[in-house]
């Protein structure tokens, strides 16, 4: 099944094992995904479908995308993403207009999750990159957070690309691999999600099977 989901991260808390063990988690909800439009290799040259979630409002929508989800006959989204279907079998099980549920994954399945990072603005190279500060005295009187030499002087002249300096940190579209469902809520489309996931709350998320667990299988 190479079928994902569009979601939404609703927030972070915690469940309890059989053992007892207290587990992190991540709610996200991944309620009305429905098909936009379905891609062949016979037209496009390639297998896929396009999933709509959430809602948007018509003055806020370009008149493409307003006949885009016209020809489909579906409510339109606020998020439009594509995934790569690799069966047969699975693409003709697809209809547009068809909402696809949280029940495609399975309980201690391995995900792969992708969203935008939370952004912190200008941060230094400390909050950046990691770098340890300065001395706090003994002659350090205006340099405690600095990063220090960013280069050599006539050879080579120039500062290498690359460099770790100061600049905006997050808001960086992340992928975090090979997250395991710990349990699914089929009533309210929600999927628990061992760990963090990149994003704030009200952010949207891609959740597709782990990629390096299909690549095992396949050898």
Known sequence: MSLGLIGQKIGMTRIFSETGSSLPVTVVDVSNNRVIQIRNKEIDGYNAVQLAFGKNKLNRSSKSVQGHYAKA?????????????????????????????????????????????????????????????????????????????????????????????SGHLGNVRRTIQNLEILKIDNARSLLLIKGAIPGHKGGRVLIKPSIKLSIVSKK
């Open 73 to 165: 006959g579906v409510e339109i989204g606020r998020v439009l993403k594509e995934f790569k279907i690799t069966t047969e079998e699975e693409l003709n099980s697809l209809v547009v207009g068809k909402l696809i549920a949280s029940d495609i994954f399975n309980i201690g399945q391995k995900v792969d999750v992708s969203g935008i990072t939370i952004g912190k603005g200008y941060a230094g190279v400390i909050k950046r990159h990691h770098f340890s500060s300065n001395r706090a005295s003994h002659g350090n009187s205006k340099a405690h957070n600095k990063p220090g030499s960013i280069g050599m002087a006539q050879d080579p002249g120039r500062v290498f690309p690359g460099k770790r300096m």
